[in-house]
Nanobody, 118 residues
Framework: QVQLVESGGGLVQAGGSLSLSCAAS????????MGWYRQGPGKQRELVAR???????NYADSVKGRFTISRDNAKNTVYLQMNSLKPEDTDVYYC????????????WGQGKQVTVSS
């Protein structure tokens, strides 16, 4: 059974920092691309950051220079460090895992709320 279990997030004032973690089980973590998406009420889910199996990272323009995605294959865990947070970063953040060979099939976490107050 595949599980992506997120932790972290919460409430912070603008300019502050938060981090998210996602522990994966039931998949061969090292061969999966891992990503963080976010979605707010009435909005489409958008890709925030992704990291390939080889460690190549990509970011949405809105978070470049502020967010950092990383992975620890020994711990089957992906992280998202979020600095200089803005109120517009408020959303539910979802961990995602996929293989390039079977994309767009994607495994999803349950989501974690991140709220940035002004």
């Amino acid at each position: 059974q595949v599980q992506l279990v997120e932790s972290g997030g919460g409430l912070v004032q603008a300019g502050g920092s938060l981090s998210l973690s996602c522990a994966a089980s039931g998949i061969i973590f090292s061969i999966h691309v891992m990503g963080w998406y976010r979605q707010g009420p009435g909005k489409q889910r958008e890709l925030v950051a992704r990291i390939s199996s080889s460690g190549t990272t990509n970011y949405a323009d809105s978070v470049k220079g502020r967010f950092t995605i990383s992975r620890d294959n020994a711990k089957n865990t992906v992280y998202l460090q979020m600095n200089s947070l803005k109120p517009e970063d408020t959303d539910v953040y979802y961990c995602a895992a996929w293989k390039e060979s079977t994309y767009p099939f994607t495994w999803w976490g349950q989501g974690k709320q991140v709220t940035v107050s002004s």
